[in-house]
T-cell receptor, first 111, second 118 residues
Framework: KQEVTQIPAALSVPEGENLVLNCSFTDSAIYNLQWFRQDPGKGLTSLLLIQSSQREQTSGRLNASLDKSSGRSTLYIAASQPGDSATYLCAVNSGYSTLTFGKGTMLLVSP | GAVVSQHPSRVICKSGTSVKIECRSLDFQATTMFWYRQFPKQSLMLMATSNEGSKATYEQGVEKDKFLINHASLTLSTLTVTSAHPEDSSFYIC??????????????FGPGTRLTVL
């Protein structure tokens, strides 16, 4: 059974800092990995999708890497802003499009 | 990216009543949709896979007679919580995967439905 762990559970940084969120998964036989953002009481916004054959994806200030063999992914956020404050979820697709989610990292960026 | 909508966004009902939640893919077709549940400060847990034209597949521990799923068309899936009780109060979110293009198999989520059962 796939298990996804995210570290840290919470993170508080001043505006402008670069930061890294970590995600690990137990079964390396995955189709893809997706990073989401969730604001309080809201649904999920897809940030980045990394297919199993890829090693990284970039979108604006976000960069996600994937090391499938070691079961790890990182989400790098450059020059953080208060608007980046949210919970970031890592989810692994192990087949049939069903996702296994981590518990998330709650990020707070202070002005 | 693709857009998924949910209706209603929020519902409050009395114990024992049934509640229907709709999930629509607005600009793409989805033969498969997924229903998740999220309790406060918890992550999302998959409840069931909704399949257009066939029966839904439920995850272990999810009562199929309590959570009725109907995938009426390629753009609509509904989740009906029957005889709702306070313990069913939760945040219900649906998703649908893109089945074409560079974002193939990327999951797009609806905005969620907050259910409160009194």
């Amino acid at each position: 059974k796939q298990e996804v762990t995210q570290i840290p559970a919470a993170l508080s940084v001043p505006e402008g800092e670069n930061l890294v969120l970590n995600c690990s998964f137990t079964d390396s036989a995955i189709y893809n990995l997706q990073w989401f953002r969730q604001d309080p009481g809201k649904g999920l916004t897809s940030l980045l999708l990394i297919q199993s054959s890829q090693r990284e994806q970039t979108s604006g200030r976000l960069n996600a890497s994937l090391d499938k063999s070691s079961g790890r992914s990182t989400l790098y956020i450059a020059a953080s802003q208060p608007g980046d404050s949210a919970t970031y979820l890592c989810a692994v697709n192990s087949g049939y499009s069903t996702l296994t989610f981590g518990k998330g990292t709650m990020l707070l960026v202070s002005p | 990216g693709a857009v998924v909508s949910q209706h209603p966004s929020r519902v409050i009902c009395k114990s024992g009543t049934s509640v229907k939640i709709e999930c629509r893919s607005l600009d793409f077709q989805a033969t498969t949709m997924f229903w998740y549940r999220q309790f406060p400060k918890q992550s999302l847990m998959l409840m069931a896979t909704s399949n257009e034209g066939s029966k839904a597949t439920y995850e272990q521990g999810v009562e199929k007679d309590k959570f009725l799923i109907n995938h009426a068309s390629l753009t609509l899936s509904t989740l009906t919580v029957t005889s709702a009780h306070p313990e069913d109060s939760s945040f219900y979110i649906c998703s649908a995967p893109s089945q074409t293009g560079p974002s193939y198999n990327e999951q797009f989520f609806g905005p969620g439905t907050r259910l409160t059962v009194l």
